[in-house]
C-alpha cells in the first residue's frame, strides 16, 4: 500500500487516513461502483490552469463523462454558465458538506443521499476541514480529493503530484469514464 505525506505539514489528521490512488483507474472503479456519485468543485477551478485548460474544464468533463451531478461552490458558477454548462446547484462548501452528512437530506434530486463524494478546486485548508468533518459524521460516504495534494483526511486521495502527473491523471479519468 502506497503512502503519502500531508502537503500542509501543521495538521495531525489522526489514525486513519485516506488510501493513495496510485492508478486514476481506482476513481473510475469507484464512480462506477457508486449508486449515487456528486462532484464538489470550488473557486480554484476557475483560476487554476492545467496544461492551458481551466480545472474547470475536467470538472465539466468528469462530470459530463461519469454523468455525475456537480455542486459549484463561490461564484464560479458564472464561469461554468460561460462555458455552456449547467451545475446541478451552487452554494457554499460548507453548506454542502453539511448537505453529504445530514441523513434526512435526499440529495439534489430528491432521490436520497450520495454515497460518493469527489471534491477539487477547493482551498487546501478548507478542504481539510471539509473532510474532516465528512469523515466523522458521514459514516456511509466515500470521499475523494481529486486535487493535486494529498488529503488525509479523504477516504482517497492522490499522493502529492506534479502538475504534469496530475493533468495526465484527471485525463485517464474523463477518458476511461467515457469522456473525449
Known sequence: ?????????????????????????????????AKRPILVVGHEAAE?????????????????????????????????IKK?????????????????????????????????AM????TYYMEWVLFSGLKHFGQSLKTISLDRHYHPQASWSFPNLSVEDWAQNLEVIISKLGGE
Open 1 to 33: 500500500m502506497a503512502t503519502a505525506e500531508p502537503w500542509q505539514k501543521a495538521e495531525i489528521p489522526g489514525p486513519t487516513k485516506a488510501l493513495v490512488i496510485t492508478k486514476p483507474e481506482v476513481v473510475v472503479a469507484m464512480v462506477k461502483k
Open 48 to 80: 487554476t490552469e492545467i496544461k492551458e485548460k481551466k480545472l474547470l474544464d475536467y470538472a465539466i468533463h468528469i462530470s459530463e463523462a461519469g454523468k455525475i451531478p456537480m455542486v459549484v461552490t463561490a461564484h464560479v458558477v458564472g464561469e461554468f
Open 119 to 122: 471534491f477539487m478546486g477547493i
Open 84 to 116: 455552456g454548462f449547467q451545475p446541478a446547484a451552487s452554494m457554499p462548501a460548507v453548506d454542502i458538506a453539511n448537505r453529504l452528512v445530514d441523513s434526512e437530506w435526499k440529495g439534489l434530486d430528491g432521490n436520497g443521499q450520495y454515497d460518493l
